[in-house]
């Protein structure tokens, strides 16, 4: 593990939901909602919880619109527009600040672009720049702070010896997107041939043409995404071909699906991160809201997280005021901290500071609508929404730390009927425009009465959308439609609309298999879980790991935690099918791994589905370990075009293989995690009592975590 020396740490922090235009040039960059709300979230991290000082803080934002209250407190912190002109005049500040050993933080969430290359003498250019859209970019001077000049920007900071980190929740391909989110990056995804200021503020086009051809003198294509990358982390939202979503991850509003778990992660952890440990809980979480959207590591993964400058703690808020009932608190941070309805807290008494213990949790709060530029109001949550019961008084003073979001267990649904007649991917032919009332309203029909997926209500944004296709099937979207739901189902087909109603249970089941996770386990260090080649050897980039169909690859499992864990491991299939891998040819609903033992290294072929259309598709091992005993077998799942089958009494079972542990003199429990499991498991016809969000109760005594190994297979 690499370990960096406390330092200062500066920050440049750029968030664009409003893109100016003008009539003279096309708008090819729609205003985009959680882009300033994601800095604001990372703005409150690094001065509350870093305890960063304002003045190593460089913040440039632009709001569509605010109150004036939220508005007055950006003016009072200084906030500078995000012009082309003003983000290069940031990087030079700091680079002019910052001293060799200190730390750089970059964070930019907005649109990415694509634009025909200014420079067409520079090999592995490919007629075409890549590049972070400035708001400006629609005025007649409007330019794109393209790639040539960002590798400049940041060979600098690096030649000086800062620890330079950047994060782009941003991405350069493009869409129309079809469900409650949006795509940071032009809706057409065109590659924009405006004719440009070619003028660079940067450097002179000498220097970075020279800059350019140093850093990918190795390999043209050097830059693992669109930056070519020398002695900095880069976490990108997304592969190149990908999408960068935002949605509202609580039903209410909008952030960067990147910046949201990547701050998630760190509010809610308890223990040292590694940039490597932070992406792949980053990664597991995206890919369980949006399969297209992959994010990229590129550079030292084992490098901590901010260095080593502090004791690592949650995201932590006081308890200002106190409901006569009991009911609602509220809390002294708001707007300006990047909150929004839906975020949930633990409440700590006011004498406590060990926040890694949850048995000293007395409650968990839910902001609500009514949050304020610097304060917010939560209501108490009962033991059906929060997973523990309220244990004690709650006093001004209290700690409310923020804790990761739960499992959506009832998942919800938009049905769309309002595509219009065009040629566009997400138009109709004329014919099919009237059939998609009374195509919508089938499947609304067979909706009623389940309790897995329901119908958004007003003001509600959905998981899914539901929508007629320009072949005459339904397609089920987020975001974009998804791909390998096979067969297809036709509008004509009156079994279609149940069959819809059915995939969508299922992959609501399969989605909440993928956010299972637990970032604050102390386990999840002791286990090594990896992927190695034919030959037994780790991949050079394990984060990005691509395989051919049939090739032969070795995965290894190891325990060095300091007792024996219960493990089972699943395949997370691209059929939408989730199985089981036997340990040592045993096939049981867990696996009891001793203390420093490594099981043989198990042998495995992926192959693609026998189906048309699979050129390439991503695969994801995941491993369960617990204290007590789970049953994982709650958790497998048939291929989308088979139907479930009822599971039977697993949790019978269960008890019965833990009695039998229990008379050769074991201390066994059943982990609480096994509720959570047997309820994400259960048949069709018994949907989930919990009413939106399920958590595991804290017991020290009853730890569970996971890892991922995510591969890519292509033909």
Not at 513 to 524: D, G, R
């Amino acid at each position: 593990m690499t370990n960096i020396n406390e330092s200062k740490l500066y920050a440049l922090l750029i968030g664009i939901n409003y893109y100016e235009s003008i009539q003279t040039y096309p708008q090819l960059y729609k205003n985009l909602g959680g882009c300033v709300r994601d800095i604001d979230l990372v703005d409150s991290y690094l001065r509350d919880t870093l305890g960063v000082p304002s003045e190593q803080i460089w913040k440039l934002t632009a709001p569509v619109e605010e109150s004036n209250e939220l508005s007055a407190f950006r003016a009072a912190q200084g906030n500078i527009l995000p012009t082309y002109a003003n983000i290069v005049n940031a990087f030079a500040e700091i680079t002019a600040v910052a001293n060799p050993g200190e730390q750089v933080y970059i964070h930019y969430s907005g649109h990415g672009g694509r634009a025909v290359t200014i420079y067409p003498e520079l090999e592995g250019k490919h007629r075409q720049d890549e590049g972070i859209v400035p708001m400006d970019i629609g005025n007649a001077d409007g330019r794109y702070l393209r790639d040539v000049e960002m590798a400049t920007l940041l060979k600098r900071l690096n030649d000086k010896g800062c620890i330079v980190t950047v994060i782009f929740d941003s991405c350069h391909s493009g869409g129309a997107t079809r469900g409650d989110c949006a795509i940071r990056g032009n809706e057409n995804n065109l590659v924009d041939s405006t004719a440009r200021n070619q003028d660079s503020l940067v450097a002179e086009r000498q220097e970075l043409l020279d800059n350019w051809r140093i850093l990918t003198q190795v390999d043209p294509d050097l830059s693992g995404g669109w930056l070519p990358n020398k002695d900095y982390i880069f976490i990108a939202a997304c592969r190149p071909t990908e999408y960068a979503y935002e949605y509202a991850v609580n039903g209410g509003q909008r952030n960067g699906a990147l910046t949201y778990w990547m701050m998630d992660t760190l509010t809610s952890s308890t223990s040292v991160l590694t940039y490597k440990s932070l992406y792949s809980r980053i990664k597991g979480m995206i890919q369980s809201k949006f399969p297209q959207q992959l994010p990229m590591l590129i550079g030292d993964g084992d490098r901590l997280v901010f260095g080593d400058r502090r004791e690592y703690k949650p995201y932590t808020v006081t308890v200002i005021k106190v409901a006569q009932d009991s009911q609602e608190i509220t809390l002294d941070a708001g707007l300006v901290a990047g909150l929004s309805s839906g975020t949930r807290f633990a409440i700590y008494p006011v004498d406590v500071s060990d926040f890694s213990d949850k048995t000293q949790q007395i409650a968990i709060a839910e902001l609500t609508d009514d949050i304020e530029a610097d304060k917010s109001s939560a209501k108490i949550l009962d033991a059906a929404a929060g997973g523990i019961e309220v244990k004690g008084k709650i006093e001004p003073g209290a700690s409310a730390v923020m804790v990761a979001a739960p499992v959506d267990l009832i998942r919800k649904v938009r049905l769309f009927a309002n595509k219009q007649a065009g040629d566009k991917e997400q138009d109709l032919p004329t014919n099919l425009v009237d059939k998609q009332t009374v195509a919508l309203e089938k499947v609304r029909q067979a909706l009623k009465g389940n309790g897995w997926v329901v119908e958004v209500k007003d003001g509600e944004e959905g998981h899914f959308q539901v929508a007629v296709a320009r072949d005459s099937t339904y397609e089920i979207c987020i975001g974009m439609p998804l791909e390998n739901l096979r067969p297809a189902l036709s509008i004509e087909d009156p079994d279609a609309p149940q069959k819809v109603c059915d995939r969508l249970v299922h992959l609501a089941k399969y989605q909440s298999v993928q956010a299972l996770e637990n970032s604050a386990s102390k386990i999840t260090e002791y286990l090594e879980f990896e992927l190695l080649d034919r030959n037994k050897q780790a991949f050079a980039d394990p984060n990005n790991i691509e395989l051919k169909q049939g090739e032969t690859v070795f995965l290894r499992l190891r325990n060095t935690f300091p007792q024996a864990l219960n493990v089972a491991i699943l395949d997370l299939e691209p059929t939408w099918e989730i199985s089981q891998l036997p340990i040592q040819n045993i096939e049981a609903s867990f696996f009891q791994l001793d203390r420093d033992q490594q099981i043989p290294d198990i042998e495995l072929e992926f192959e693609l589905p026998e189906r048309v259309g699979y050129e390439e598709a991503k695969e994801t091992l995941k491993v369960f370990a617990t204290k007590g005993v789970a049953n994982f077998q709650w958790l497998l799942l048939p291929s989308l075009d088979k139907d479930m089958q009822s599971k039977g009494n697993l949790n019978r079972e269960l008890e019965q293989q833990a009695e039998q542990m229990r008379t050769r003199g074991e201390t066994i429990t059943i982990n609480p995690l096994n509720d959570l499991l047997s309820t994400i498991g259960a048949d069709i016809d018994e949907p989930p009592v919990i009413t939106r969000k399920a958590k595991t109760k804290p017991n020290p005594n009853a730890d569970w975590a996971t890892q991922e190994i995510r591969l890519t297979v292509k033909r």
